[in-house]
């Protein structure tokens, strides 16, 4: 057995040298030098995994894997219009059925006050998911200012060279570093950040909404259409079974017409989309209501749980400064303040400090304008306006504050009252407010 394999191994290890001799050679054809250049190259990534002492199998699952991400990287790009055109299709066919096909079944057997609570939260509905999701697509998540490069305490990207502060992170499709990143969807072609991720889950939550009021509400007529249509397919199997025995005309003719078919194949197409879209994106509507109870994102849930481990083999407890409570986080995503209506007012929410833009309200730019140029104001405080991405409440403002004062004051042993940049900072926003 192994005199066969050196017979078998001889040839080929003769051919190869051959092949890297001429390959070496300068008046070899491009082609083979360029053979032989991929050969060495392989070799040399393949030594570097296996042969290599400061690599492991993280490095080699790395590697293997680094095709697949520049392939997600590279082709999700331009995945993102494609999906976007398919929610718009799939919504615009669910629309067009229940206009055609559900509304003159119902016009004749529904009361006239059933039928104006079905036309009234129907339309709401729709005209919310639209908004919604024109306004995720639209809105930009939010970008660091590029032209800022004097905060010290803030971080600097390594991909875009960029100052980043906190809560931020770098997209790898967009590109681009991203307030309060959430993750990038391919389902709105853009990044669910600070700007529309409140957009983003408003969409999600009425799309629920709406998918599970469609399926409730076509049960009925899904199961009388699944039913004709198994007759239908009874009476196609009896025709080709007549045809086939030479007494198609001793048959009666179909009782079903070409409309009632497309009419019940629409209802069963309606039925299943609308409840596996209510199930799916339902799932994804509670993870992200769970997660803006904690005050946290997608990202961040997991560098939470990395440091809630770490700390833990420490025997400390882990706090996460932006959760300020199931309620206060609500009213932070919504742009809701006490006392004032339900309804999230203004297209997007405010940021402090150097996020200032052009559309907010007068009072807002001066308490940021104020916020970043107190007198003598530690600079780690004047940051903490860049770490509230999501602040609009003055009242959750000044417990951030106050918190931020008392870490820092413990951090450097000093009494834990509040300094006297925080205590000017309330009694200004108490002044506004």
Same mark, same amino acid.
């Given at each position: !057995? +192994? ?19 001429? %390959? ?122 590029? %032209? ?32 309060? !990143? ?24 009425? !799309? ?23 007759? !239908? ?16 005309? +001793? ?26 879209? @209510? ?9 992200? @209501? ?21 700390? +833990?083999?420490? %025997? ?94 413990? +951090? ?22």
């Amino acid at each position: !057995m +192994q005199g066969q394999r050196s017979l078998l191994l001889g040839p080929a290890r003769l051919c190869l040298r051959l092949l890297l001799l001429l %390959g070496s050679r300068r008046r070899c054809p491009p082609l083979l030098r360029g053979l032989v250049q991929r050969w060495r190259y392989g070799k040399v990534c393949l030594r570097s995994l296996v042969y290599n002492s400061f690599g492991g199998g993280d490095t080699a699952v790395d590697a293997a894997f680094e095709p697949i991400y520049w392939l997600v990287d590279n082709v999700i790009r331009w995945c993102g219009v494609v999906f976007v055109v398919l929610v718009i299709v799939l919504t615009g066919s669910i629309v067009a059925i229940a206009y055609l096909c559900v509304l003159p079944l119902i016009l004749r057997t529904y009361s006239v006050p059933r039928l104006c609570w079905h036309f009234f939260y129907s339309h709401w509905n729709l005209i919310l998911i639209v908004f919604h999701y024109y306004q995720a697509i639209t809105t930009p998540p939010g970008y660091p200012p590029q %032209g800022r490069n004097d905060i010290a305490t803030v971080s600097i990207c390594k991909k875009c060279i960029y100052p980043k502060p906190a809560r931020t992170h770098h997209c790898s499709v967009c590109n681009r570093c991203v307030l309060k !990143m959430d993750h990038h969807c391919p389902w709105l072609n853009n990044c669910v950040g600070h700007y529309n991720h409140r957009y983003f889950f408003s969409f999600c939550f009425f !799309m629920t909404l709406g998918c599970v009021y469609c399926s409730y509400g076509s049960w009925d007529l899904f199961r009388e259409a699944y039913a004709a249509i198994e007759k !239908m397919k009874q009476l196609d199997k009896n025709k080709l079974q007549a045809i086939a025995n030479q007494t198609y005309h +001793q048959t009666p003719p179909p009782t079903f017409s070409f409309r009632e078919r497309v009419t019940h194949k629409s209802l069963v197409y309606l039925w299943f989309l609308c409840s596996s879209v @209510a199930l799916a994106l339902g799932a994804l509507t509670v993870w992200h @209501a769970v997660l803006i109870s904690r005050g946290e994102t997608s990202i961040e849930r997991h560098i939470n749980k990395k440091e809630r481990r770490r700390l +833990q083999a420490k %025997g400390r407890v882990f706090r996460n400064h932006y959760n300020y409570g199931c309620l206060d986080n609500w009213k932070l995503f919504l742009g809701v303040d006490t006392g004032r209506s339900t309804a999230p007012c203004g297209k997007i929410l405010g940021l402090m400090s150097s996020f200032t833009q052009a559309n907010r309200s007068s009072s807002h730019r001066l308490e940021n304008r104020q916020l970043a140029t107190l007198p003598g104001a530690d600079p780690n405080l004047q940051v903490a306006a860049l770490e509230l991405a999501t602040t609009s409440s003055t009242c959750c403002l000044r417990k951030h504050l106050n918190g931020r004062a008392e870490i820092l004051a413990s +951090q450097q042993g000093k009494d834990t009252r509040p300094t006297a940049e925080v205590t000017a900072t309330s009694h200004m926003l108490k002044e506004q407010k």
